[in-house]
């Protein structure tokens, strides 16, 4: 499976911009790049997926590079609530369609 | 909608005793997973069904591990006999097939045993 680096943690203050970077550079073509985040004592929930383009959705937008082998999730005014473990995973492609791999994450503190 | 529905939410048991949990996925959801997540981890996949046939079990301990779909819809996971090392959060997720969709979680079980 095509791995993803992260950082283990980051902060933020509320009401700012919060870039979330991910590496993935054993990506192939038909991985798709995901975004879940996990709130304390929950599931962890759907945020933005993309392919090449970029995306936007009322939650966050998702900058992928032209290369394909990082990707930045962006959360464009973060809330107490935004404070949870974010995750960026490949779903793709091949032997492992459909597959859901999760990594470490990053752990988003958002101060008041 | 309901989402995805796992029951029960917590469950404690004593070592060597059998358990099981239950996912309701979401209607019409071809593919399902379990997922174990260890206080601090990211979820640790145990398989993956694409309707009722299991394609991914390869993280699935199966000497005390056990899990079915039938007819492609809800779906059961068991342990038999427990270990104090499978204290755990237990997660369903279900999502239609393909790498361009969203995955739907459900709440998860806890369980503790001692």
């Known amino acids: 499976d095509a791995k993803t680096t992260q950082p283990n943690s980051m902060e933020s203050n509320e009401e700012e911009p919060v870039h979330l970077p991910c590496n993935h550079s054993t990506i192939s073509g038909t991985d798709y790049i995901h975004w879940y985040r996990q709130l304390p004592s929950q599931g962890p929930e759907y945020v933005i997926h993309?392919?090449?383009s970029n995306v936007n959705n009322r939650m966050a937008s998702l900058a992928i590079a032209e290369d394909r082998k990082s990707s930045t999730l962006i959360l464009h005014r973060a809330t107490l609530r935004d404070a949870a473990v974010y995750y960026c995973i490949l779903r793709g492609g091949g032997t492992s369609y459909g597959k859901l791999t999760f990594g470490q994450g990053t752990i988003l503190t958002v101060h008041p | 909608e309901a989402g995805v529905v796992q029951s029960p939410r917590y469950k404690i048991i004593e070592k060597k005793q059998p358990v099981a949990f239950w996912c309701n996925p979401i209607s019409g959801h071809n593919t399902l997973y379990w997922y174990l997540q260890n206080l601090g981890q990211g979820p640790e996949l145990l398989i993956r069904y694409e309707n009722e046939e299991a394609v991914d079990d390869s993280q699935l301990p199966k000497d005390r591990f056990s899990a079915e779909r039938l007819k492609g819809v809800d779906s059961t996971l068991k342990i038999q006999p427990a270990e104090l090392g499978d204290s755990a959060v237990y997660l369903c997720?279900?999502?239609?097939?393909?790498?361009?969709?969203?995955?739907?979680f459900g709440q998860g079980t806890r369980l503790t045993v001692v």
């Open positions: 997720a279900s999502s239609y097939t393909g790498a361009d969709t969203e995955a739907f």
């Open positions: 993309g392919l090449t």
